[in-house]
């Protein structure tokens, strides 16, 4: 085979590889919002930096309820007492806050209620809410939008409701308890009405059951129930208005939040809905994962769009494109699969996510056996077999023993992909180390041996190991989520698609593996250690994504960095921090390498 070939195998085989990575970029969006820790602060300043955070954004969703958008006209004038309700009582939080924004928030606050007071419109009062919650957020230390720690849980949130709420809302929320009659002001809500819950997103009730409504009999529960208990009652009481159902209740409010996004024209409540949608995000990309990966693409879109003060117009046609995905995505959802169709479902999940790991497995193995060490493939053999019950072992500990959250899965994900980046790295390190023929020569005769029965087996049965646990554990999770959305008797249609997708990824890994023996060795090893070299890298990008889609490290944005997913980079200084160290250490073992040739190069001749 002579050099041209070569470029052009060497070509095809990169195209493949961006083909696979064209995976999507949804954990950047997410973790563009989510703060760094919380370093340092005192709990009592973060609490109230929430609270007051919670109040004015509150604040405004009423006002917004009581005013036309132009402003100057009272339409509802109880909404817009609310509002004021709202941030009068934030001022009793002003002392509480963290130092450097008191003033900050002293003033907004009075501008808040100057703009209540003078019927503003609307969309200044969000500004003027979300401005606040900026600042609150830089002086916090962030992450002042609550989220739920572990995904919420119905029947809980039905026990705590029974509990706390029926008294006076009722069993069904109609606002019919047996305490309501009592209540001199305001009736208790009806929680069931769509009409009266329309308007409210998860993290509105949550707020509202957080802080209470002052001036009416709704209490705060801040202190009297634990945060895992607010989120479970508000994910109950969401449902209440679409007859119990889940998906029903977020695709609604996501629906609701994206309408009030694109008529306030606000990033924020663009990423409110993006955070909504997350609680659907892993039955859709079960069902279509590009589907999901457009609709992530669409609401970073519509964000970073809101952000940059596009045109009404603009924002219309993306909301609309977002509608129409999200209406495919409910049917998805609602939809029970027939057999025919979890089948293909099944098949193409185990394709996809198992693509990857088949990929650096077969190079591995082509790589040994190019080596003359067939025998060490049992080390990646051993890896990769390992990994699969790990991941069984892994999926069954996270089903039984707790409930992992999304950011808990995410720091799993992340560390298990960045320790894969480091892996890999020393691995095509070790690999690009054997281009040189000479070296390759003298290799060859004897110290390949050596080489590979000193701890280098090891690693290479660790990169196995590690790329089929990074997707295993997932997709495991992923085909229970599949036989529990498909119903009962759907398990033999999703088993039927798991033999039929291993037996594809065999025939991919043996053509990987024929491929790789009529490659000459020189090119062969620039490939393959390029070619892991360049997942190293992506990894590297990836694995701190999902790190910060977590929460787990903080995400600065770098406004004119490139957002390239199928190479992993993503415009944050974490993550390109971490890939320029790669490439500065690729660039010392290069002139590493250039050095220790040259003063041997006399003495062979
Ligand atoms: C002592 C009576 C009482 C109890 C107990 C109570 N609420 Fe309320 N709740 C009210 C009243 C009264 C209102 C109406 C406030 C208003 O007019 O804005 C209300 C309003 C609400 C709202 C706001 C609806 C809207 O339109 O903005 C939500 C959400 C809510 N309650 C949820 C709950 C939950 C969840 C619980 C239990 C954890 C609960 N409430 C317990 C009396 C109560």
Redesign the pocket.
């Known amino acids: 085979m002579n050099s041209r070939d070569d470029r052009v195998e060497f070509v095809a085989l990169f195209l493949r590889i961006i083909l696979i990575y064209r995976k999507p970029f949804w954990c950047l969006l997410f973790a563009a919002c989510l703060a760094p820790p919380l370093a340092g602060q005192a709990v009592d300043s973060l609490s109230a930096s929430r609270r007051v955070a919670a109040a004015s954004s509150l604040a405004a969703k ?1 006002y917004a309820g009581g005013v036309p958008a132009a402003g100057g006209r009272l339409d509802k004038p ?1 909404e817009v007492d ?1 509002a004021k309700q709202f941030i009068d009582q934030s001022r009793f939080d002003l002392p509480l806050l963290p130092r450097a924004v008191r003033p900050y928030a002293d003033s907004a606050l009075t501008a808040f209620r100057a703009l209540l007071d003078h019927l503003a419109p609307p969309a200044r009062v969000r500004s003027l809410a979300d401005s606040l919650e900026r600042h609150l957020a830089a002086a916090a230390g962030g992450a002042l939008v609550p989220m739920p720690l572990t995904s919420p849980s119905l029947a809980r949130g039905a026990q ?2 029974r509990e ?2 029926t ?3 009722g069993d069904a929320g109609h ?1 019919d ?1 047996p ?2 009659r009592k ?1 001199t ?5 009806n ?1 069931a009405d769509r009409g ?2 329309g ?2 997103s998860p993290t ?2 949550y707020r ?2 957080m802080l ?2 002052a001036g ?4 705060a ?1 801040e202190e009297s ?1 634990a945060d895992s208990d ?1 989120w479970a ?2 994910a ?2 969401a449902t209440m208005p679409y007859g119990g159902s889940r998906t029903a209740a977020v695709f609604a409010a996501v629906r609701r939040q994206l309408d009030s996004a694109v008529t306030l024209r606000s990033d924020k409540l663009a990423f409110d809905a993006y955070l909504t949608f997350e609680q659907v995000e892993v039955d859709v990309r079960v069902k279509n994962d590009g589907l999901t990966n457009d609709l992530e693409g669409t609401f970073a879109k519509l964000r970073s769009r809101a952000a940059a003060g596009a045109s009404a117009t603009e924002l219309t046609a993306i909301h609309a494109r977002l509608l129409s995905d999200l209406e495919r995505a409910e049917r998805l959802v609602a939809d029970q699969g027939s057999a025919a169709n979890l089948f293909g479902q099944s098949f193409l999940l185990l394709l996809r996510e198992g693509f990857e790991a088949i990929l650096i497995l077969g190079a591995l193995m082509a790589f040994l056996g190019q080596a003359g060490a067939p025998e060490r493939r049992r080390e990646v053999a051993w890896g990769a077999a390992l990994a699969v019950v790990a991941s069984g072992l892994t999926a069954l500990a996270i089903e039984l023993l707790f409930h992992i959250s999304a950011g808990e899965r995410d720091a799993l994900e992340g560390a298990t992909v960045l320790l894969a980046a480091g892996l890999l790295f020393y691995v095509s390190y070790w690999l690009l180390s054997k281009v040189e023929a000479d070296r390759w020569h003298a290799f060859i005769n004897q110290k390949m041996r050596s080489a590979l029965s000193s701890g280098s087996g090891f690693a290479l049965g660790s990169v196995a190991f590690l790329a089929v646990y990074r997707e295993g554990f997932e997709t495991i999770l992923f085909f229970k989520a599949l036989v529990s959305s498909g119903g009962a008797g759907s398990g033999g249609a999703v088993l039927a698609g798991i033999v039929l997708g291993g037996v594809a990824l065999g025939l991919i890994y043996i053509g990987i593996n024929r491929w790789g023996m009529r490659v000459p060795m020189r090119p062969f090893f620039a490939v393959t250690g390029a070619l892991l070299y360049y997942m190293s890298f992506v990894f590297a990008g990836k694995g701190i994504a999902e790190l910060q889609e977590g929460g787990y490290i903080g995400t600065t944005v770098i406004e004119w960095a490139p957002r390239l997913p199928f190479l992993g980079i993503y415009p944050t200084a974490q993550s390109l921090a971490l890939q320029a160290l790669l490439l500065v250490l690729a660039a010392v073992a290069l002139v590493w390498f250039v050095v220790r040739r040259a003063p041997a190069a006399p003495p062979r001749g």
Request: with cysteine.
């Open positions: 009423e109880e609310e705590v409701y706390q709420c008294a006076c809302h606002g308890g305490k309501a209540l002001g305001p009736p208790p809500a929680l009266v819950m308007a409210l509105d009730i509202k059951v209470g409504v009416t009999a709704m209490p529960f129930l607010r009652v508000t109950y009481v």
